[in-house]
């Protein structure tokens, strides 16, 4: 596992990489792509059982991200440990590009393509099982927003993974309360959050998605008890590590100009 410095230096580095995509190619999903900085760079800093030359290794922990369109966030966090070249990023949203604009299957260390919001739970609850009944050791992740949590889809599998006692799967929500058009609480509240997935047969934690030892303590101790799939409410800010995006509905489909990209950057520069 690398260290909280280490943690932290990866994190800068995958948000760096996303205000230059974005940029780039006129994309969205800024906000969400750095919101879920911290949670990846641990993720890909330790916790995930993956060798980067060898992506299809079948004992390999799946990682499923069901919020699709965050998806520079991702390609950022899997280039930087060497499933890819980091130069692949500078093609990020261009026509022929391998990497789209919702994360894709194509790309080295992806597992499933997503993006249609409430399927990667789902996704991941087969592949959980499937792991099961094989008498396979593999984990199954999957990182999911709380907008998507509105979808129906998302409590069915909440009911069948508990049901079948499938303790190799880990979600985790980034939980930043905002999505596209508005504050989660105004578009479809989903308190009391933690209490709905223990009344579904879950073990659940709540964290800062921003505090590397929060995070790191919760993801090293899965199951958090045998028998039941273990569920981390992390709690983001959407735009973590730029101050004029933090908390901004408008980040969530616009992208940086010129002059915000040099000013996001330099305080990316100079933070801690």
């Known amino acids: 596992m690398r260290s909280f410095k280490q943690l932290s230096s990866l994190a800068k580095k995958i948000r760096t990489h996303v205000l230059k995509m974005t940029h780039r190619a006129k994309s969205a999903h800024v906000g969400t792509s750095l919101s879920m900085a911290d949670l990846l760079a641990v993720l ?29 966030g991702l390609y950022a966090a899997l280039a930087e440990v060497g499933f890819f070249p980091l130069s692949w990023l500078e ?23 997503t993006g249609s919001l409430g399927h990667g739970l789902s996704i991941a609850c087969g592949m959980a099982l499937a792991g099961r009944r094989e008498g396979k050791s593999y984990r199954v992740f999957t990182l999911m927003s709380d907008g998507e949590c509105d979808e129906g889809s998302v409590w069915e599998a909440a009911l069948f993974v508990p049901h079948h006692k499938l303790d190799n799967l ?23 959050f933690a209490a709905k997935w223990k009344a579904f047969g879950w073990a659940v934690r709540e964290i800062d998605g921003h505090d590397y030892k929060a995070i790191e303590d919760a993801l090293k101790n899965i199951p958090f008890e045998s028998g ?3 569920c981390v409410i992390a709690h983001t800010v959407k735009g973590k590590g730029v101050h004029f995006m933090e908390n901004s509905l408008l980040w969530h489909y616009r992208s940086p100009n010129a002059e915000e990209l040099e000013c996001a950057l330099k305080e990316l520069e100079e933070a801690l």
């Open 44 to 72: 890909y800093g330790g916790i995930l059982r993956v060798r980067p030359k060898e992506p299809d290794w079948p004992e390999r922990d799946r990682f499923i991200l069901s919020k699709g369109h965050g998806c520079a």
């Open 91 to 113: 093609e990020f949203y261009q026509n022929g590009s391998i990497l789209a604009g919702h994360i894709t299957h194509y790309v080295p260390g992806v597992e499933a393509s």
């Open 170 to 192: 880990i979600a985790i929500v980034d939980y930043n309360k905002i999505q596209s058009l508005g504050t989660v609480k105004d578009v479809l509240d989903l308190d009391p």
């Open 228 to 230: 039941k799939p273990s």
